[in-house]
């Protein structure tokens, strides 16, 4: 009687470990490819923008909305969407930043279109039964978005229950 163990060479029960250990391996090239596309993504966001002074929310608000009819919060709020979806350091975002130029796919930014149909569908999916109640056709007014500030009047129109100076809704 053969009581000698299979291995790999001799084709029974060959590979299972083999396949455990490329998986895992796998997965960590993957994570570290992740983190490290991650870091370049950062640097060269950062390069487009690095000419911009970096502006705090209340800086932003003070600057661009102060003499609005949006409240401080209500463009706080509006901020913190767009940092939260948009790998771009939001301090420096501008109102007149327009998602087809500034903001659009560009060899460096290595922005894709993704993340604005991302952006636009939560955004959607956020405010549509307010932005409804309160008679504005919200998907109408987030496909015809050209700037920063067109967004945060839109946005600000559905969180207030009223239009706001700017672009007519």
Avoid at 71 to 89: A, D, G, M, N, T
Avoid at 90 to 97: A, F, M
Avoid at 145 to 151: A, F, G, H, T
């Amino acid at each position: 009687m053969d009581t000698t163990l299979p291995n790999k060479y001799n084709g029974v029960g060959c590979g299972f470990m083999d396949k455990v250990t490329c998986f895992v391996l796998l997965i960590v090239f993957s994570i570290v490819v992740t983190v490290v596309l991650g870091a370049i993504r950062r640097h060269q966001i950062n390069d487009k923008f690095e000419n911009r002074e970096e502006l705090t929310y209340d800086e932003f608000y003070e600057r661009f909305y102060r003499d609005s009819e949006i409240p401080r919060e209500v463009i706080i709020e509006i901020l913190r969407s767009i940092e939260k979806h948009y790998p771009l350091p939001v301090g420096r975002l501008r109102p007149q930043d327009r998602f087809d130029k500034e903001l659009a796919e560009d060899q460096r930014l290595i922005i894709t279109s993704s993340y604005s149909e991302d952006f636009l569908e939560e955004n959607y999916y956020t405010f549509d039964e307010e932005a409804r109640m309160k008679g504005i056709d919200l998907e109408k007014e987030l496909m015809e978005l050209e700037s920063i500030d067109d967004y945060v009047r839109t946005i600000a129109s559905v969180r207030q229950g009223e239009r706001t100076s700017g672009k007519d809704l």
